[in-house]
């Protein structure tokens, strides 16, 4: 298969030499796993499998129930549930992979674990800024997915073979999530020839767009309805927009973890809309998530106001105050992106 190398060859040499001789392998993704983190974790692990390595996938937290049919998903060890088994795993790892995250804090309560751990690290990212903490770092933040990234590492070290259906399953799953199923950074050529690779192994790519990113229960359904309806405010002379979930509404709609994915992007369907920021609260904080479009920066913001980072186009933060704090430095924000211009034709976002 021909596509564009991007990863470099003393990054893939040094892949190939950690994955030849280290046998004992933990593979962990960040907080709160979407499928990009899940599907680069299970699909690097059935396919370091097919090697005969012995691999454990660990999380930090639970991963999503939309995620649970990805092969392997049910043996994953998540740290608040196995706390002891997960700290054993990482302890006698000799290789331990770090994916779809860039820095020690976005795995929280496991980032001590790891920081200690004796195994070679390894990080697999598309975010920007990596935190040098890995023996090897292969970060390249304009992949569309650390799948995709996933990918190009086990072509560059000679595993194509080793794709099979289940790697290509989770590594499209993750090529899907986190590009709205190809609705923004996927303008790359190779991206489908990779899929074609994927579809070529025996994926029903349908029946996984789905169950991954087209399955909601009636109460998700009825607390978007909820929030759009009675909980979105537009400010178009800012270009903005707000939605806040309180725990009263959250516990109304008998809220589950990942009930919110994708709403803070639907504001940006109105065209006046150039960013928009979602506030839930998750009683130790207020989970803050920003979507913004073309060159309008959202990470500053959440850098800056909000105790967070991420993209460009898509970043978030844990605003430590109430809620009626946190609509306070968002109103205070209005002011200063007033007419400012608004560009509709590059919805972007990079999870
Ligand atoms: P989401 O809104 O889906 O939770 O997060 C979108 C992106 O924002 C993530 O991929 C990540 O890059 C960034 N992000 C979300 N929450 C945080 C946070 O608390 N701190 C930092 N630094 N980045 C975050
Ligand atoms: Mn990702």
Redesign the pocket.
């Given at each position: 298969m021909r596509i564009n190398q991007v990863i470099s060859n003393e990054e893939l040499l040094q892949l190939k030499d950690y994955v030849t001789r280290l046998n004992n392998i933990v593979i962990t993704c960040h907080l709160?796993p979407?499928g990009d983190a899940i599907g680069a974790s299970l699909g690097l692990m059935h396919a370091l499998e097919s090697l005969g390595k012995t691999v454990h996938v660990v999380t930090p937290d639970m991963p999503p129930r939309s995620l649970a049919f990805l092969p392997g998903a049910k043996d994953v060890y998540i740290y608040t549930k196995h706390e002891d088994t997960v700290k054993n795993l990482l302890e006698r790892a000799n290789l331990i992979f770090c994916l779809d995250f860039n820095?020690l804090?976005?795995i929280d309560t496991l980032a001590p674990l790891v920081a200690h751990a004796k195994g070679k690290k390894v990080m697999i990212d598309h975010?920007l800024d990596p935190e040098q903490f890995c023996d090897l770092t292969i970060s390249y933040s304009r992949m569309s997915s650390t799948c995709e990234l996933v990918f190009r590492a086990l072509m560059g070290i000679g595993m194509m073979k080793q794709i099979n259906r289940k790697v290509a399953d989770c590594l499209y799953t993750g090529m899907i999530t986190d590009t709205g199923n190809f609705s923004y950074n996927s303008n790359t050529p190779d991206l489908y020839l990779i899929v074609a690779e994927l579809v070529a192994r025996g994926i029903n790519k349908d029946r996984i767009y789905n169950l991954a990113m087209n399955t909601s229960s009636a109460d998700r359904l009825r607390l978007l309805g909820y929030a759009l309806s009675e909980k979105m405010q537009v400010f178009p002379e800012s270009h903005a927009a707000l939605i806040t979930l309180t725990k009263e509404e959250l516990d109304r709609f008998n809220y589950k973890k990942g009930d919110t994915?994708s709403l803070?992007n639907m504001p940006l369907q109105i065209p006046e809309v150039q960013w928009s920021i979602f506030l839930r609260d998750d009683e130790t904080y207020i989970?803050?998530?920003?979507?913004s479009q073309g060159e309008f920066a959202v990470n500053t913001i959440?850098e800056q106001h909000f105790?967070?980072?991420?993209?460009k186009n898509?970043?978030?933060?844990?605003f430590i105050g109430s809620m009626s704090d946190a609509v306070a430095v968002f109103m205070s924000l209005l002011p200063q992106f007033a007419d400012t211009n608004v560009n509709n034709n590059n919805k972007t976002e990079?999870?």
């Open positions: 709160s979407d820095a804090k976005r975010h994915e803070v989970k803050v998530s920003a979507r959440c105790n967070g980072g991420g993209h898509a970043a978030g933060g844990e990079n999870k």
